[in-house]
């Protein structure tokens, strides 16, 4: 019987000399801290608060079992609390969570690479998943996506050999499960990515049934045993789950306006992977990749390795997108899907010849840090302000509407700052109001940072070609805040907060 053509794999590389190869992991690296200057955001007042809040519980007053949605995802409270412990607390305790992430998140998907390609799979992985602007600015304030993320790519990690088609490992397929349980811990959306192992399921292959059931029996034991915890610690073992399916009480689809281009419910989360400041060319260039047969030059194991990885990102993105009425259309909820999209997209890279492959590499590096620099790096500015506002005026009380005070709690309370009030004002008190709603005599103003791409603008001398507008939010990207004699506060200043 006639099996068709075979399939045959890429040559082997050649070794680069070790001088070389260690000068382009330099680069590399320069690359990858370059976009993270560039998109660096800091404590952003929101998610990032309540971890914070949780953790210092958990260390002020162990155990801590939660009090609201964010502040049971343990791995990612815990982290941040061992931060905590080691540095006193602050935002410093913030970044060295937030990059510690993003370092395990990085060195995952290197790791993912290495299982399925070669060193130059690994080395163009790298670029994607270090420069890409969703990744480059998250790793800049504590979020639960790439705690998730870096989980769920771990469990694949350890089912990768027998997806290759090695024998099945028992122990390796317990260890997957125990990290798909601290995934889900990190935040129940993972189990949307975990659905995809549904069809690995029911197909058989590439991993067997037998591994994915002990698989879901790590992943069980692990969500047991925090139920049990909460047990003891709350006196109800469904505790994080009343906390979750009770912690919005609506949903605004486009919330935030997050994703950038917003046309009808059914094509707009393609929109947001296509046309989104977060993942520049990323999906466009991994869609080209698959046109053109990039998987189909793979070896056999390859292409089941990756198929592995593309089941949770598929399942991940599709829920998302038709789960209208419980999910905000946020950049970060395909998170998981950028890992196959980078793995395939390099594997089709190092397929290309070098020229190619450079001028492509070069396009998406200058897209990645081109947006990064089109981002507002200081989206919480009024609190900022109201912050070095006290901080100047230590004498004095600065009162400010109630939502702006609130965003500004933990950098207040980090600075030891206790003249800031949004109560009854006393005698003598300051005012901080947006520059639209001033009155009275300024004291001093605080207008906001521009982008970074707006202060390259500024020193070439380029805003009077641009047209005001553009100059407006490249330059001004938050309102100007004025500290007062009188106040001036308009009913309902500020957005809500949202948290996803």
Known sequence: MHAGPAVRPLPPQKLMPAGRDFAVSIAILVLIVAALWIGWTGFIASDDASYYQGAALWVADPPFPGGDHWTTRFPLVLSLAAAIAVTGGGEIALALTALF???AFLLTGLALAASIGDRRTVLVTAILLGTLPLTATIASFVNCDLPEVTFLGLGMLALMPEAAGRAARPRAALAAGFCF????????????ALSGLGAIFLL????SRRSLLIAAAGAAAVLGGEMLFQW??????????????NHDEAIDRAANLEGNLLVHPLVDPLLVLLVNNEFGLLFWLAGAALIAGAHRRLAPEQRRQLALLAALGLAAALL??????????????????????ALLLALWLGQLDRRWRFLLLGAIVSTNLLLLSAQ???PRWPATALARAAAEHPDRTIVASAKLVHFAELPLQWSGLRNVASSAPAAGSLYLVEEAEGAGRVLARYPSPPRPIGTLVTRLGLAPLLPDGIVERLVRPNPTMLLTDRPAFRRGTGAAKHKE
Request: hydrophobic residues 55%; glycine residues 6%; charged residues 10%.
């Open 101 to 103: 992430w993003f370092v």
């Open 232 to 245: 003891w610690a709350s006196g109800d073992p469904l505790h994080r789950y009343s906390l979750a399916l």
């Open 204 to 207: 058989g292959r590439p991993v």
């Open 376 to 378: 507002n790096a200081n």
């Open 181 to 192: 349980g601290l995934a889900i811990l990190c935040r129940e959306t993972a189990v949307l």
């Open 320 to 341: 998302v997108a038709v789960l209208f009425d419980f999910l905000v259309l946020n950049p970060r909820y395909f998170t998981v899907t950028v890992l196959p999209a």
